[in-house]
Structure formats: C-alpha cells, structure tokens
C-alpha cells in the first residue's frame, strides 16, 4: 500500500484492485499522463488511503477480499465532501451490478479486459468533473463571503477560500481578529456555506451578561433554579438544535462557563441549569474572538483543553492596515449606503479623500472607516464630503467640540423621510402616517430639506 504524498490533489489517483498485474498496466498508463498514482490490494486499504485526504478519483476492481468495490463505494459515500469520484472496473458480464453501482453514486464503470484509450477517456472525463466541482464549491464560498464582506484583497481572497472548505464540513471553527474585522460576517458565511444553512443560526455574545445568567441563557434553566427565574428556559442550546450557534467573544466566558462548554463538546449534550437529566443536542458551534486565547491560557484565564476543542479549524480575519486594497471598495459601498439613507446624493470617492483614508491605519477596523464615512455624510452638503468632515485622528483637522450635532440629526431625518416617501409613492398622508407625525408637519419638512413644495 503506497502512502499519499505532496502534490496537486486533482491529478491524484487511487488504483484498487487484487490483481498487480492490473494495478501495474493501470498505474503505467495514468503516470504516462501525468498524474500522481496510488495502489491498495483491497478495499480497507483503499479507504484508509482516501481518509487520509487528496485523492481525487478512485479506480477500483468490483470482486476483491475484505472489503468488495460496492462496499468501498459505500464506505466512501458516507465520507465529507469534497469526496473522490468512484470508477468501477467489473468482469464481462456484471454490467448490472456495474449500473447499480452507478445509481448509489459511482461516476462511472468500464469492463475488464479492457481498451487502454477508453480507460483515459473515462479518467479524463472524471478529473475533469473533479475540477469543476471544486471550483464551483470555491466560488460559492467566495460568494458566500462577498454576501457578508466586501474585498479585493488576496488575503481575504485566501480567507475565502479557507471559508469555502470548512463550511461543509461539521467541524468547530475559532474565528479570531481584531475588533471591527469583520468576524460576524465571516461566521454568517461559513453557516451559509454550510449543510445547515437552513437551520436555525442562534447568536450569543459571551461578553453581554454575568457568568450566572450567560450559564442559564446557553443551558437553560428550569422554573425557580436561581432567583428570577419565574419560568423555564430551554437555552441556547437547544434553540439551534440541528443548525450552528455562534458565541462571539468567546474568550470572556468565565470559569464555569467554561468547563460545562466543554462537556456539551465532548458529550454532545447540555444539562439546564436546576435540573438532573442531560439532554443530547445536534449544535455546530462556532466561535469568535478578539483575544489571543493562546496568551489567555498561558495566563491560565482560558481553559487549555477548551482552547483546543474549540480550534479544531481556525481562521483568521486579517485586520484593515494589512489589506489596504479592500480601503476604496469598502469605501465606496459606505458612501453609497449612507447616502441612501440620509437621502443624499450619491458621494463621491475622490483622490483626496482616498488618500486621506488610505493613510490611515484603521486601529477599529472597517467598523471604524463604516462609522467615519457615515457621519461625513450626514454632516455633508448634499453629500459632498469634504476632508474637515472626516474624525479629526484621520483628517488632521481638529473640529469645535460638539460640531455638526444639529446637521448629523437633520440628515438622518432627511433620510427617514425619503424612504417613507419612496414607500408611500409620493403620497404624503401615508407617509406622515408611516412617520407617526402630523401631515402638516411633514408638508413644513419636506419644504425645509428641499423635497418638493409639500403639495403632494
């Protein structure tokens, strides 16, 4: 039995079959074309060769000891994606067993003896599949991602694609960063990714309450297990039974918090809190933090064996000084969004202030460039951003305390009355009944920001 190796996993070809002879001709002609063999006797030894990963298409003989090629197709269906295609090589006269296999998920079959040409036909055609299957689940996870983040960058682009493999497959996932990266939505495209996406996706924020109450709200509780407690509560838990719960900073749960964590990670199941009998729960979880949780160990504030039930894959969102290209992309859609929100015109991006943005090391992240660009053009003159309107650490420009106050309030109900006015089709009863104000009000209103002569 050969042992996989380093190598581009789409070229790489796992012959099964008891027969050298055969696994030698086989082996020859696909190394001839370029790809990466390797051989297993039996069927056990084929899939022990799969589940160590990388291979791309097994070729595997129907009749073999210990463990036959319909078994090993079996076996290999109930693998996570991505999964080998199965090719099945059948003696002359076992075509019906060769398109049952087919049916319970083999790609495809040719008969022994056979054509040398019509087994590269078949392995091309296979590999080829291969290919485009990937790239095809790459690009959802990209645009998974792309649903939740806005980027350019190659290191978000790596993220992405790490994003695209994990999410099919039901492991803990640790998504770490800096405050304002962005770990939210990197969690939201990993559910959307995922096998569960149409199942619930229940959040909870370690840091929102004490340790007595975060412990009842993830486990639940029954009636009277603590004071207030005036009537049961199922928990987290068991609301994202069969779906993904994400606990977003992590890394502030307190001690017992911690080790009843890690029971439901071992033992897949929780006990509510004021009751005896455990309950099993189908939860993928995901975690998010700030913290290093490494340096929180070593600190001994984190528990070491929860740290690495929870790190089973890991990704790291990088922060905005280390992928300056995704400044102007992310920009634009903020000024964009802004400006249809306060009823502006659309603002422009211009070279000063890309420049001034681009300068800027972003200690907050894109929830910091988000906020930045949001009260420039609520502070804006039909949304013309001048430099002076951006935070004074960015600008350079040092603003009277309290400045822009009265403006910042005028635009946001500038552009609470657009869109009352852009749902109610210009009919100005139905929106001042949207508003909850008077219609006289909104006539005055939409004379004083310029929205028409109020006769509507």
């Given amino acids: 039995m050969s042992a996989p190796g380093p190598g581009d996993a789409d070229k790489r070809v796992l012959i099964v079959d008891d027969d050298a002879g ?24 084929g899939l022990a060769l799969v589940e160590r990963g990388g291979v791309a298409l097994v070729l595997s003989d129907v009749r073999m000891p210990k463990l036959d090629g319909l078994g090993l197709l079996a076996r290999l269906q109930e693998l996570p994606e991505p999964r080998p295609h199965v090719v099945l090589l059948t003696a002359h006269g076992n075509e019906r067993l060769a398109v049952e296999a087919m049916k319970r998920g083999a790609y495809d079959y040719f008969k022994k003896p056979f054509e040398l040409e019509d087994v590269l ?24 991602l792309l649903r939740s983040l806005i980027f350019v960058s190659p290191a978000m682009s790596r993220l992405a694609e790490l994003v695209t493999r994990v999410a099919p497959r039901d492991v803990t996932v640790l998504i770490t960063g800096e405050s304002g990266t962005g770990k939210e939505r990197v969690a939201e495209a990993l559910v959307a990714a995922s096998k569960r996406a149409d199942r619930p996706f229940v959040r909870f924020n370690c840091a929102a309450l004490t340790e007595e109450l975060a412990e009842a709200e993830l486990f639940g509780h ?69 913290r290093d949780l490494a340096a929180e160990v070593k600190a001994g504030r984190f528990r070491e064996d ?143 920001y310029g929205l028409g002569d109020g006769t509507a």
């Fill in 222 to 290: 029954s009636k009277g297990a603590f004071t207030g407690a005036v009537r049961a509560r199922p928990g987290l838990f068991r609301e994202a039974d069969g779906g993904t719960l994400l606990l977003d900073e992590v890394g502030e749960l307190g001690a017992s918090v911690q080790a009843r964590l890690l029971r439901v990670l071992q033992e897949g199941e929780v006990r509510p809190v004021g009751e005896e009998r455990p309950v099993k729960v189908d939860v993928r979880l995901v975690a998010a933090t700030h």
């Fill in 121 to 144: 036909t078949v392995v091309r055609r296979a590999l080829g599949t291969v290919r485009l299957t990937r790239e095809n689940s790459r690009l959802q996870g990209e645009v998974a």
């Fill in 22 to 45: 055969v696994r030698f001709t086989l082996k020859g002609l696909l190394e001839d074309e370029g790809l990466e063999v390797l051989e297993a006797a039996d069927g056990e030894q």
């Fill in 306 to 448: 929860l740290y690495y039930r929870l790190k089973v894959v890991h990704l790291h969102v990088p922060s905005l000084r280390e992928r300056p290209e995704d400044i102007p992309v992310l920009a634009r859609h903020f000024l964009s969004r802004a400006a249809k929100a306060f009823g502006l015109p659309a603002a422009q991006l211009t070279r000063p202030l890309l420049e001034k943005l681009t300068s800027w090391s972003w200690p907050g992240n894109v929830r910091e460039l988000e906020n930045a660009l949001e009260s420039a053009v609520a502070l804006s003159a039909d949304g013309a951003i001048e430099l002076s309107l951006l935070p004074s650490a960015v600008s350079g420009v040092e603003l009277e305390p309290g400045a822009g106050l009265k403006e910042k309030l005028e635009a946001t109900e500038r552009g609470l009355i657009v869109t009352a006015m852009d749902a109610a089709r210009g009919n100005v009863s139905e929106a001042a009944r949207q508003l909850r104000i008077g219609r006289a009000t909104l006539h005055d209103k939409l004379k004083k």
